[in-house]
């Protein structure tokens, strides 16, 4: 009786010790996709630096990277490009601007997947967000709306994806069947919709047509060879 326990208790601790063997090791990191370093000219655009927030660096954490500047054209008009490149704990360096956007103020009045065609390059899926923020006067009421167009997208190593939920299905599917993480940036566009507060602004067609110009322009410049559009 006693060999036979014997017997059953060598085979449960082999069986353990060959689950060990089995898991997967921890995933390893992927180089990155893009260029973090924002041009100061693109095409007749000129860029300065913008401060990243020590709220920003608190939340987002020590590792994240950022690259942040507001580009400006000869007719006034102006566009704020930030990349945030994430460190090995993506949780706390990804994530989606409908999270922060609610936080400053903003409410995202409408959201949408677009698709827009990079010369040379493919199709970029990325997310539109059209957000409003009320402007108040001294009085405390408010007087008029801020109305914002952003535009952003994920990128990765070797995929580029306009979707929260896409990037987290491909980063399942990297660990579970290619055994590494890729190190993520998400890149967001951005203009104010001007019409409502400057003679001679731009309204809502106008400032989207602006940003998709702008971005065909950004995307060949910090996009890597390496990451493929969707």
């Avoid at 360096?93 to 409408?110: F, V």
């Avoid at 003679?199 to 809502?204: D, M, W």
Wanted: proline share 4%.
């Amino acid at each position: 009786m006693t060999t036979k326990r014997l017997a059953v208790l060598l085979v449960v601790l082999l069986a353990g010790l060959g689950s060990v063997v089995a898991l997967p090791k921890a995933p390893a990191i992927q180089p990155v996709g893009i260029q973090l370093e924002l041009p100061q000219f693109i095409g007749g655009w000129y860029g300065r630096d913008l401060e990243i927030s020590e709220k920003e660096r608190l939340v987002l954490g020590a590792e994240t990277e950022f690259a942040r500047r507001a580009y400006r054209n000869g007719r006034g008009d102006e566009i704020q490009v930030t990349i945030v490149l994430s460190g090995h704990d993506m949780n706390t360096s990804i994530h989606r601007p409908e999270r922060c956007l609610p936080a400053q103020g903003w409410t995202i009045a409408d959201k949408r997947s677009v698709a827009l065609l990079i010369p040379d390059r493919g199709v970029l899926s990325a997310t539109r967000l059209h957000n409003l923020r009320p402007i108040h006067n001294d009085a405390g009421t408010a007087s008029l709306s801020l109305f914002n167009l952003n535009y952003y997208w994920f990128v990765g190593y070797t995929d580029v994806t306009g979707s929260h939920w896409g990037r987290t299905w491909i980063d399942m599917t990297d660990r579970l069947f290619k055994g590494y993480n890729q190190r993520w940036a998400y890149v967001t566009v951005s203009a104010t919709i001007t019409d409502n507060i400057a003679t001679g602004g731009l309204n809502e067609a106008q400032t989207d047509a602006l940003l998709r110009d702008f971005i065909k322009r950004l995307v060949p410049i910090v996009h890597k060879e390496s990451a493929h559009f969707d």
